[in-house]
Nanobody
Framework: QVQLVESGGGSVQAGGALRLSCAAS?????VAWFRQAPGKEREGVAI????????ATRESVKGRFTISRDNAKNTLYLQMNSLKPDDTAMYYC?????????????????WGQGTQVTVSS
């Protein structure tokens, strides 16, 4: 069982930046960030493969959000720049111990408790 603990959320004005972190208690293969706004379905934001060289990013955040991982520290990051009010949501990190890595939330075995990001206009 792998535990995931997110941190780094908060409230910022539009155009601001935040860096989310997700500390894992054990080995992870695929790791991803999802988000869920009130009244909306959970959606994938970014995925990163084990070695960190391959990533996938949701179209609406491309050029603004960057996913990365430090395998030595078992930590996942999401750098969020040029934040918009539409980015307001609870952000979750998710992980699984094997591939393939996809956008489907159902394939991820481990989830963090979430960290709130609020962007005001």
């Amino acid at each position: 069982q792998v535990q995931l603990v997110e941190s780094g959320g908060g409230s910022v004005q539009a155009g601001g930046a935040l860096r989310l972190s997700c500390a894992a208690s054990g080995y992870t293969y695929c790791v991803a960030w999802f988000r869920q706004a009130p009244g909306k379905e959970r959606e994938g934001v970014a995925i990163i493969w084990p070695r960190g060289g391959d990533t996938a990013t949701r179209e609406s955040v491309k050029g603004r959000f960057t996913i990365s991982r430090d395998n030595a520290k078992n930590t996942l990051y999401l750098q969020m720049n040029s934040l918009k009010p539409d980015d307001t949501a609870m952000y979750y990190c998710a992980a699984r111990g094997k591939g393939p890595c996809t956008w489907s939330a159902g394939i991820y075995d481990y989830w963090g408790q979430g960290t709130q990001v609020t962007v005001s206009s």
